[in-house]
């Protein structure tokens, strides 16, 4: 399975951003598509996790109510709906692939990972 992420780049605070991960390859069904992202000099951190019929959603604190993921299984997508983006979001943003019906926010429990965007919030 191979995960193509996409849709990043330079923004100003208070915009909104898309971002879209594809999947292909491998046939997969039932599982479960996740946002993580890691900044400069940080660890790579949880964002966003969404269920294969979408039913179950999971964000972290920092970005409820800012971020919707939601998923497009005929295209085998995921997208990251980012509003309000301030400058603590830049990071490169990663999607990832759990296997499973299962959501997770912790990135071991991934199986499959995409190469990462950046995304990067001016003040």
């Known amino acids: 399975v191979q995960l193509q992420a996409s849709g990043g780049g330079l923004v100003q605070a208070g915009d909104s951003l898309r971002l879209s991960c594809a999947a292909s390859?491998?046939?997969?069904?039932?599982?479960?598509m996740g946002w993580f992202r890691q900044a400069p000099g940080k660890e790579r951190e949880f964002v966003a996790a969404v269920g294969w019929r979408s039913v179950n959603t999971f964000y972290a604190d920092s970005v409820k109510g800012r971020f919707t993921i939601s998923r497009d299984n005929a295209k085998n997508t995921v997208y990251l709906q980012m509003n309000s983006l301030k400058p603590e979001d830049t990071a490169v943003y990663y999607c990832?692939?759990?296997?499973?019906?299962?959501?997770?926010?912790?990135?071991?429990?991934?199986?499959?990972w995409g190469q990462g965007t950046q995304v990067t919030v001016s003040s």
């Open positions: 990832a692939l759990r296997r499973g019906p299962y959501i997770s926010e912790y990135e071991g429990a991934y199986h499959y």
């Open positions: 390859g491998r046939t997969l069904s039932n599982y479960v």
